[in-house]
């Protein structure tokens, strides 16, 4: 009798046994994805970016003084879901992508300012006060950064609705309809395009002034939405916007700025580069007299499979810009899918309803040396 019982024990030792560490197993597996999927992903992409170089200009038998670099980092179109149209499962999945990836970026890329080109919110045109002030807690903490790293953020549609403005890198509002807000942005934007005229000339006229003048670099302008074009159909790459979407007309005033607008902004601010958002697609475009134009697509899973934000090499007269892509979301689906799918073999094999994969190799070499 005590013999049996002692049986018994060893068996009922062993199966549990075996249930633990196949316990062990499947915890490892799922810590092992979860850790790569939400964490370690980011850190092996983003690892590939680097820095573009400048050209500097060539060495002419003088001594030659290098312009310093600013390192500028620009993305677009986050928005982060509100009360309204937001379900918790998706607020928490792409708001933890854009987290991540924009604090790998910060810790890996080591940027001295950050530009987000408008949309940070999607419902910020009809959220409640206590809304607003909840987002706008939510976007300090997945966009916080060290205070000597600067971070400017233009106003979007979904920001603040789509009245008759738009909000620049210099606070500027333009539209040309005469609301107060737009008579006034346009008035300060006429005295900035002074200013700047004042800076390019070799010798000031008196009409400058005596104050300081701006340093003589063609600006880089920075908006939310797009200089006038017809449409993307010029547009091409891996992000732009989708084959049968491309030919889509634009809408002036909604999709671009108005033709008008857009010769005002080109003629007054002579910038050297324009960036903007909106369209969540890359777009390389070149404007009046060869002015470039660079669409940044959507930094959020939530308007596109393969979001990405742009890496700018800046000095008073150079820049050169390179494209840093975050991990695609069907690449971390399909991580997932075979996890899970591995998973369910592991347990079958335990369970005995399905042979071990190294029993059948072994059997059919085994089987395959005896003929």
Not at 137 to 145: C, G, I, T, V, W
Not at 177 to 193: F, G, V
């Amino acid at each position: 009798m005590a013999t049996i019982r002692l049986w018994f024990g060893r068996q009922n030792f062993c199966l549990l046994k075996k249930r633990s560490f196949l316990l062990l197993k499947l915890i490892a597996v799922v810590f092992a994805v979860l850790l790569f999927c939400e964490f370690l992903i980011y850190y092996v992409v983003i690892f590939r970016c680097n820095w573009p170089e400048v050209k500097t200009p060539a060495y002419d038998g003088k001594q030659e003084t290098l312009d310093p670099v600013l390192k500028a980092m620009f993305l677009a179109d986050t928005h982060l879901l509100g009360e309204v149209r937001g379900h918790w499962l998706d607020k928490l999945r792409r708001e933890w992508q854009m987290e991540r990836a924009f604090q790998t970026a910060l810790w890996l890329l080591q940027p001295e300012v950050i530009f987000i080109l408008g949309d940070i919110f999607d419902e910020g045109k009809w959220s409640s006060s206590q809304a607003w002030a909840d987002d706008v807690k939510r976007f300090q903490k997945m966009f916080r950064h060290p205070q000597h790293v600067q971070l400017k953020v233009v106003a979007g549609n979904h920001d603040i609705g789509f009245h008759y403005h738009f909000v620049m890198v210099n606070s500027v509002a333009l539209e040309g309809d005469s609301c107060n807000i737009c008579s006034e942005a346009e008035a300060e934007l006429i005295e900035i395009s002074h200013k700047l005229n004042c800076s390019r000339e070799e010798h000031r006229s008196s009409r400058c002034g005596d104050g300081p003048p701006l340093p003589a670099s063609a600006p880089v302008l920075v908006q939310h939405f797009p200089l006038y074009r017809r449409s993307d159909a010029n547009c091409s790459g891996e992000d732009a916007a989708p084959a049968d979407e491309r030919d889509i007309p634009f809408k002036e005033r909604y999709d671009v700025l108005s033709r008008e607008a857009s010769q005002k902004l080109l003629w007054w601010l002579r910038p050297r580069l324009v960036l903007s958002g909106h369209t969540h697609s890359a777009c390389e475009v070149l404007h009046g007299a060869g002015t470039p134009e660079l669409s940044v697509p959507s930094f959020s899973w939530r308007n596109r499979n393969n979001p990405s934000f742009i890496m700018g090499s800046m000095t008073p007269t150079e820049y050169a810009l390179a494209k840093c892509y975050l991990p695609f979301e069907h690449t971390v689906l399909t991580v997932y899918c075979g996890a899970a799918g591995f998973l369910v073999v592991l347990i079958l094999v335990h369970l005995g309803l399905l042979g071990s994969p190294f029993v059948l190799g072994w059997k059919l070499l085994r089987k395959f040396k005896t003929t």
